[in-house]
């Protein structure tokens, strides 16, 4: 028996072998590679939106009150948003273990 | 060269109101007529001697509004495959043509159009590879490409060519597999031949319009050309590899019903006096029909010889072969192209390797002649047929043999 | 002036469009600047597009099988071939349309991610044969001034002095001897309509220029300055401050060229001659009516690892070099400036 064997049956393979559910990456989580989270303080928050614009991974979401929200589950922790903001409404915070 | 008609005089009448079909054409010009006949939509080549011919005409019939295509004028090789990946990608029926050093510069492109299913159908009009730079006919283009994973024809007269481009793009698009159809460069792309064209309303039927389910539609967005992680990479070539083989088939068949439309018959491995033959050379391309006069002339002197063509020759067509190959006692198989340093030709090769899947053993001969369009003639060949006589009882000295070498 | 271009209004912040066509759960680097430009271009162009990526950090961050994060269709044939590969789409698109098997009324934008390497080195005759011979789509080349993909090795992209794994910055050579190739160069010789730097730095500015980039039919190119602090040698955070340093300290100025005609986007530090009348024949394509005071380059270097041991010379060189370019710059789009 072989010790190493594939991930799904090459019968079960789309032909080309494409992937054909689009932006299902969703389903990866990068946000266990954060040494940093981002925490927004929503006394200063302008609602004007650049986090969610600059954001390399698509992470901010604005919710009901318009205040744009990080998704822990994606966030690299990579700190841009923190350095962008206008009025520093975002600090970076270190992920406890 | 057309046997038929020569073996057929007088003709009845329905026969020669058959010929009255067949008119004469420049074989270059009659695939690109043929192609055009298929409705194909986005022509991308470069141009190479001696392909040149059949894409000047596409674009003649292109711009004469003949021929309702994009014809892309790409500026390389690499260019016209990629171009045809992107055009059948989006389901396009798509067509390019090269030779020699275009298909090497092509190369890469090659696998991974065979390995993204994409139907695309190529002639290659088979040209020696540099160096030294010799533009002229034998197959050493064509035999780089044996692993790529592309269904490879091979045509021996006009007609052929012609018949060969219908069914290259009515398995393409069955199989989901590129089709190579390989034309002898000069001696076929650029002679007159008395060449039939099958009617419009058949070719509609025999090759119907190009229906893809995986392709690039923002209706439908899928991902193509995703990165094969060694979780997955294995599983996606054996899927490959079992497509090519189930390629088989539908070839198979798509010459069947070719036959049923035409009358012609084409089998993935063709025989010429084969019945009862003792002795067999194995040659692919136009030099065959030379040799069909060396084994005429063998017969009349009463020698029981006969002549073994490859039509098909990837998926390579192994029953076929052991079947065609009967109760001869010696092979001699006529190579067109170098292998350097290996134990034979390139057919050669594949033919030892074939014959080791069975239990007939006939003694093989390997012999490479006709490198860059140098002269076999008939005498030749019945000098080869003598070579392969010897075999029988005398073990050649060495695995292959260059013929026709000056000393 | 281009019809195409008459009428248009640019994105603000408060109209940006919903769509997301790149997601989440990709494997670029934390703050990588090559993803940016392709999350803003996306937005823009639709669902109505068909990718092309040449292999490099884009195509293998988003493509690991079985996930995929792009949410239009995507294909990747090699490496240098995507301008190619879209000749061949843009084609089939045009013929298909022409033959009524798609709808004559979709427009379905044709778009090409590349990065530095694939257009600037191996692609640069695919990519000069598909500008030749006039296809309708927009090129983007993501430039993060190296092959960062395979270890930050060198390409005619990176800059004077730079560090990479091919040039490194030795005892007796230091860094990149050559100076950065200038591709805007080549392919506005090839008169396409439409050729732009952008930067993610200035994010509404990028995305008003795919905008007009699709808008226009033809080729069009983008040059976009993707920062990527893992080659670079900059902090994760810094990386939209840098792409931003770049502009302010005129290394990679934001201009236009529709048409053949040159307008520069920011000017930094310089008042063209005649400021005022010039920003009232082009004003629309200025980014502010304003000069931005000039920032010297060591702002810029001193931020990047990989510039660490540039000696005062080479700095100085990098200076002058870089403020001769930026006038040369003026000049062209003082006299083969935008005409209305």
Same mark, same amino acid.
Request: charged share 25%.
């Given at each position: 028996m072989p010790k190493d064997e594939g991930l799904i049956s090459w019968k079960k393979l789309a032909p080309g072998m494409?992937?054909?559910?689009?932006?299902?990456?969703?389903?990866?989580?990068?946000?266990?590679?954060?040494?940093f989270r981002p925490v927004l303080d929503k006394e200063k928050?302008?609602?004007?939106?650049l986090c969610y614009v600059f954001c390399p991974d698509l992470c901010y979401k604005r919710d009901e009150e318009g205040y744009y929200i990080s998704n822990?589950?994606?966030?690299?922790?990579?700190?841009i948003c923190a350095q962008i903001c206008p009025r520093r409404a975002i600090t970076m915070v270190l992920e406890e273990a | 060269m057309r046997k038929e008609l020569v073996k057929k005089i007088p003709l009845s009448i329905s026969e020669s109101l058959k010929i009255k079909k067949k008119i004469g054409k420049e074989v270059s010009v009659a695939i690109a007529e043929a192609v055009a006949q298929c409705k194909v939509d986005v022509i991308s080549a470069y141009p190479i001697t001696p392909q040149t011919h059949i894409v000047e005409h596409l674009a003649e019939l292109v711009n004469n509004g003949e021929l309702e295509a994009e014809y892309i004028p790409v500026e390389s090789e690499h260019a016209a495959m990629s171009a045809c990946i992107g055009a059948s990608a989006t389901s396009a029926r798509t067509f390019t043509s090269t030779s020699s050093q275009g298909l090497l510069l092509m190369y890469e492109n090659l696998f991974i159009a065979s390995a993204l299913r994409l139907p695309i159908v190529m002639v290659i009009v088979n040209r020696s590879i540099s160096a030294? &730079?010799? &533009?002229w006919n034998d197959h050493s283009d064509v035999m780089t490409?044996?692993?790529?994973?592309w269904i490879t024809t091979f045509a021996e007269n006009g007609q052929e060519a012609v018949d060969l481009i219908y069914h290259a793009y009515r398995v393409a698009e069955k199989a989901l597999l590129p089709v190579a159809v390989n034309i002898d460069g000069f001696?076929?792309?650029?002679v007159i031949e008395p060449i039939e064209l099958l009617d419009q309303e058949l070719v509609d039927k025999y090759v119907p319009p190009l229906r893809m389910k995986?392709?690039?539609d923002p209706k439908n967005p899928i991902t193509m050309g995703a990165i094969g992680v060694p979780e997955i990479y294995t599983e996606a070539k054996k899927a490959q590899d079992e497509a090519l083989n189930a390629s088989y088939r539908i070839i198979v068949n798509a010459w069947k019903e070719f036959e049923k439309l035409t009358g012609r018959r084409y089998q993935p491995v063709e025989t010429y006096?084969?019945?009862?033959?003792?002795v067999a050379l194995l040659i692919m391309g136009s030099l065959a029909e030379t040799a069909m006069n060396a084994v005429d002339f063998l017969r009349k002197k009463g020698k029981k010889a006969g002549l073994i063509r490859f039509r098909?020759?990837?998926?390579?067509p192994l029953k076929d072969f052991l079947r065609a190959?009967?109760?001869?006692r010696a092979l001699g198989v006529i190579d067109r192209a170098v292998s350097h340093?290996?134990?034979?030709g390139p057919v050669g090769i594949e033919v030892r390797s074939a014959l080791y899947q069975s239990n007939k053993r006939p003694k093989v001969i390997n012999f490479i002649a006709g490198?860059?369009?140098r002269d076999v003639t008939v005498e030749d060949f019945i000098e080869l047929f003598e070579r392969t006589y010897e075999a029988i009882s005398k073990k050649p000295k060495f695995s292959y043999e260059i013929y026709g070498v000056k000393e | 002036m281009r019809p195409e271009l008459k009428d248009f209004k640019g994105f603000n912040l408060k109209n940006l469009?919903?769509?997301?066509g790149f997601a989440s759960?990709?494997?670029?680097?934390?703050?990588?600047?090559?993803v940016l430009p392709v999350k803003l271009a996306l937005k823009v162009l639709g669902p109505n597009t068909i990718a092309v990526s040449a292999t490099g950090c884009i195509e293998i961050i988003s493509s690991p099988f079985p996930y995929t994060s792009w949410r239009v269709p995507w294909i990747h044939v090699a490496f240098e071939n995507s301008a190619s590969v879209a000749s061949g789409i843009e084609a089939a698109l045009k013929v298909l349309k022409r033959k009524g098997? &798609?709808?004559?009324r979709e427009k379905i934008n044709v778009v090409v991610f590349a990065g530095d390497g694939a257009t600037f080195d191996i692609g640069l005759q695919f990519l000069s044969g598909a500008l030749e011979r006039g296809h309708d789509f927009i090129y983007i080349c993501l430039d993060n001034?190296?092959?960062?993909?395979?270890?930050v090795q060198r390409s005619s992209a990176t800059p004077f002095g730079a560090h990479t794994t091919t040039s490194p910055a030795g005892k007796v050579i230091k860094g990149q001897v050559t100076w950065k190739k200038d591709l805007m160069g080549i392919v506005v010789a090839h008169n396409i309509p439409y050729a732009a730097t952008a930067s993610p730095a200035f994010p509404i500015d990028l995305m008003n220029k795919v905008k007009k980039a699709s808008l226009i039919t033809g080729p069009t190119f983008l040059h976009i300055f993707s920062p990527c602090p893992t080659g670079w040698g900059?902090?994760?955070?810094d990386s939209i401050l840098v792409a931003k340093l770049a502009v302010e300290t005129r290394i990679f100025p934001l201009y236009e060229v529709i048409d053949g005609r040159y307008v520069i986007n920011k000017f930094i530090g310089h008042t063209p001659i005649t400021e005022k009348s010039l920003l009232g024949k082009y004003?629309?394509?200025?980014?502010?009516k304003r000069v931005t005071p000039q920032k010297p380059v060591e702002e810029y270097l001193k931020l990047q690892r990989r510039f660490r041991h540039l000696t005062p010379e080479q700095i100085k060189f990098i200076q002058k070099r870089v403020d001769e370019e930026y006038e040369k710059l003026v000049k062209l789009s003082e006299y083969f400036g935008i005409e209305e």
């Open positions: 494409f992937i054909l559910e689009p932006g299902n990456s969703t389903k990866f989580k990068t946000g266990d590679w954060k040494a928050c302008i609602k004007c939106g822990p589950y994606y966030c690299k922790g990579c700190g | 030294p &730079i010799n &533009i490409m044996r692993d790529s994973g001696t076929l792309s650029h995986y392709k690039l006096q084969m019945e009862d033959a003792e098909l020759w990837r998926p390579f190959i009967g109760k001869i340093g290996a134990t034979g490198l860059g369009q | 469009p919903e769509y997301e759960g990709h494997r670029a680097c934390q703050g990588c600047g090559t098997k &798609i709808s004559k001034e190296a092959y960062m993909n395979t270890g900059c902090k994760s955070e004003g629309k394509y200025v980014l502010e």
